[in-house]
């Protein structure tokens, strides 16, 4: 039971980085463009993804986590490289609620505005998209720390 709980919770934790990750990538493509249309199209999919494999991966990960660290006999806070995991992919949840989230939002409604306007703010545009690829790196370091700290378990 303890290795099909590991292999969903490392799956789930792939999932999760690489949608993050894929996002970063595909916006940076599409803002070379400084087309509205691929940005507004660029940020919706960044946004859905979010939706159907961020957030459940969260779920999972964090059900699976407690699920084989109560298998293995370990204590969640009293385990520091676990804590220390936890508190890093609590971070990234935090930043993305507070700031990621917002700024897509935002990036996408002025890509919107935009593209049904037809005069396009570049600037307000790139303004949001260095804040949101700033937060969404701090988002995306902080649970690849987490990652670092489940398979080297220093201390232990």
Request: charged residues 15%; glycine residues 10%; positive net charge.
């Given at each position: 039971?303890?290795?099909?709980?590991?292999?969903?919770?490392?799956?789930?934790?792939?999932?999760?980085?690489?949608?993050?990750?894929?996002?970063?990538?595909?916006?940076?493509?599409?803002?070379?463009?400084?087309?509205?249309?691929?940005?507004?199209?660029?940020?919706?999919?960044?946004?859905?993804?979010?939706?159907?494999?961020?957030?459940?991966?969260?779920?999972?990960?964090?059900?699976?986590?407690?699920?084989?660290?109560?298998?293995?006999?370990?204590?969640?806070?009293?385990?520091?490289?676990?804590?220390?995991?936890?508190?890093?992919?609590?971070?990234?949840?935090?930043?993305?609620?507070?700031?990621?989230?917002?700024?897509?939002?935002?990036?996408?409604?002025?890509?919107?505005?935009?593209?049904?306007?037809?005069?396009?703010?570049h600037g307000?545009?790139?303004?949001?998209?260095?804040?949101?690829?700033?937060?969404?790196?701090?988002?995306?370091?902080?649970?690849?720390?987490?990652?670092?700290?489940m398979v080297?378990?220093?201390?232990?």
């Amino acid at each position: 039971m303890y290795l099909l709980i590991k292999l969903l919770h490392v799956t789930a934790v792939i999932a999760f980085l690489g949608n993050i990750t894929t996002g970063l990538f595909w916006h940076a493509h599409a803002a070379r463009s400084g087309d509205p249309r691929l940005l507004h199209h660029a940020v919706d999919g960044i946004i859905r993804s979010d939706r159907w494999f961020t957030l459940p991966g969260v779920v999972v990960i964090i059900v699976t986590g407690v699920l084989a660290s109560l298998h293995a006999h370990l204590g969640l806070l009293r385990t520091p490289w676990i804590a220390w995991a936890i508190g890093l992919f609590a971070f990234s949840g935090v930043l993305y609620v507070w700031q990621v989230a917002p700024l897509q939002e935002k990036l996408r409604t002025v890509a919107r505005e935009g593209l049904q306007s037809g005069t396009f703010d570049h600037g307000r545009y790139h303004g949001l998209a260095r804040r949101w690829e700033f937060w969404g790196a701090l988002s995306l370091l902080a649970p690849v720390g987490a990652l670092v700290l489940m398979v080297l378990k220093p201390g232990s």
